[in-house]
């Protein structure tokens, strides 16, 4: 199959790239995130940092100069994991792009992803060809994942047919600050 990861035309270093054009087929392909490999990746992470935990809990570090190293370590990576989690959940949410997500580590072929029957493919909400529109305007017109939904700043008592406390008013959709 021509989308196999081993074709050179696939050039996975080249980030942030929206799609890719197939040389032979002069057809412009969206690309599309794996959920599945990029929780794959945060879990090796995470792992990763449990690894240099025990290390340093166990003194099973090589020299002192480790030592001193691993909190630091450990804690960036968690950082990183945190930020990472984040950026997922708010393209679930809907508010952002999937295509922020994409990276060589959870990048799929359109066409693998349509084959994929256990994994959550995201696509990018720019179609072939499509404008970049300002992210406003893509919130309003992109739903998000299906099976999620998006939080709004409405308290979970509230509801359309009993309003929240404060008379009659329907309740927001937006959080006050």
Same mark, same amino acid.
């Given at each position: 199959?021509? $989308?196999?990861?081993? $074709?050179?035309?696939?050039?996975?270093?080249?980030?942030?790239?929206?799609?890719?054009?197939?040389?032979?087929?002069?057809?412009?392909?969206?690309?599309?995130?794996?959920?599945?490999?990029?929780?794959?990746?945060?879990?090796?992470?995470?792992?990763?940092?449990?690894?240099?935990?025990?290390?340093?809990?166990?003194?099973?570090?090589?020299?002192?100069?480790?030592?001193?190293?691993?909190?630091?370590?450990?804690?960036?990576?968690?950082?990183?994991?945190?930020?990472?989690?984040?950026?997922?959940?708010?393209?679930?949410?809907?508010?952002?792009?999937?295509?922020?997500?994409?990276?060589?580590?959870?990048?799929?072929?359109?066409?693998?992803?349509?084959?994929?029957?256990?994994?959550?493919?995201?696509?990018?909400?720019?179609?072939?060809?499509?404008?970049?529109?300002?992210?406003?305007?893509?919130?309003?017109?992109?739903?998000?994942?299906?099976?999620?939904?998006?939080?709004?700043?409405?308290?979970?008592?509230?509801?359309?047919?009993?309003?929240?406390?404060?008379?009659?008013?329907?309740?927001?959709?937006?959080?006050?600050?």
């Amino acid at each position: 199959m021509w $989308c196999d990861s081993s $074709c050179p035309w696939r050039r996975s270093h080249r980030r942030g790239a929206a799609f890719t054009t197939h040389p032979r087929r002069n057809r412009t392909m969206h690309k599309a995130i794996s959920l599945s490999a990029e929780l794959a990746e945060i879990r090796n992470a995470v792992e990763g940092a449990r690894f240099l935990a025990d290390e340093l809990a166990t003194g099973g570090l090589e020299d002192r100069k480790r030592e001193l190293q691993a909190p630091l370590t450990i804690s960036a990576i968690l950082v990183l994991v945190e930020l990472r989690l984040h950026q997922v959940e708010r393209v679930l949410w809907g508010e952002e792009d999937p295509l922020l997500l994409w990276a060589p580590h959870n990048d799929v072929s359109p066409i693998q992803a349509e084959d994929e029957e256990h994994d959550l493919v995201l696509r990018s909400w720019n179609t072939p060809g499509e404008h970049e529109e300002p992210s406003t305007r893509k919130k309003a017109l992109t739903p998000p994942v299906q099976g999620t939904t998006r939080r709004t700043g409405t308290s979970p008592e509230a509801s359309p047919d009993r309003p929240a406390e404060g008379g009659d008013q329907p309740p927001t959709t937006e959080p006050e600050s």
